[in-house]
């Protein structure tokens, strides 16, 4: 893997880090791949439970490499390198998003263009007041990617998603936190031991609670009520074929500890 990305695996969680500070953390194809391999080793490690997402530099992400696409023109190959960059950027958001484990991003700086979309692929989006959230796309002619318009369109509605994008708008931290684009708000002085205490605070809970409630939230956002009910009644009957409820169980009524 490339130093681009560092990937760090501890007990139980992992930390992925962007580390292309000098580049923006912006997006090419050495960053792209890097990005998707940490991620798919977190994916098939057993022992992961949560991941973090955060990065180094003043940026969480820049977006694309933009230096990487006027390469794209100068050759007059830039349809087939945004062919195969977006088709490796949208197979890590899917997995992200696919997997059992709890992703939590941090996000402590600019987040433009695709970082929006993997900033927001996480299940739990923390962000600091110098996080700000920039469309991008339309000023250099692109249309948004990487899920980004898809996270946003879900988390704000049409009319303020249509706003954002149409017009290269920002967003700064504490305005996303207030009408919902993330989870929450930290201290910038504190955010990277908030961030790590609430990773640590998932890989203490019952992890097959915690993947089927993932997926069944996410899974809602484009089902009936119908099919929602029921897919929260077949994970709750797979919870109670587990160890992990029986545990909780008994725990909640010896007033003590669970210990998942």
Known sequence: MSDVIVLEKKEDYALITLNASQKGNTYNEAMATALWQAVQ???WNKD???VLMQSNGELFSGGG??????????????????EDLSATLNATVLAMRGMDKIFISLI?????????GLALAADVTLVTENARF???YIGIGAVPDGGSS???LRALGLPRSLDFFLTNGVIEGPRAAEIGLV???VAAESAREEALELLKKICRGPSQALARTKKVLIDGVSRSFTDHIEAERQGIIACAAGEEMREGVAAFLTKRTPRF
């Not at 490499?65 to 945004?82: H, K, M, N, S």
């Not at 402590?108 to 929006?116: D, N, Y």
Request: glycine share 14%; charged share 20%.
């Open 41 to 43: 080793e977190v994916r």
């Open 48 to 50: 992961i439970k949560a």
């Open 65 to 82: 490499d933009i230096g990487a696409f006027q390469q794209g023109i100068d050759r007059q190959c830039l349809p087939a390198l945004v």
């Open 108 to 116: 402590e700086g600019v987040c433009a263009g695709f970082g929006i």
């Open 134 to 136: 920039i469309a991008g």
């Open 150 to 152: 898809f996270a946003v």
């Open 183 to 185: 989870s929450r708000l």
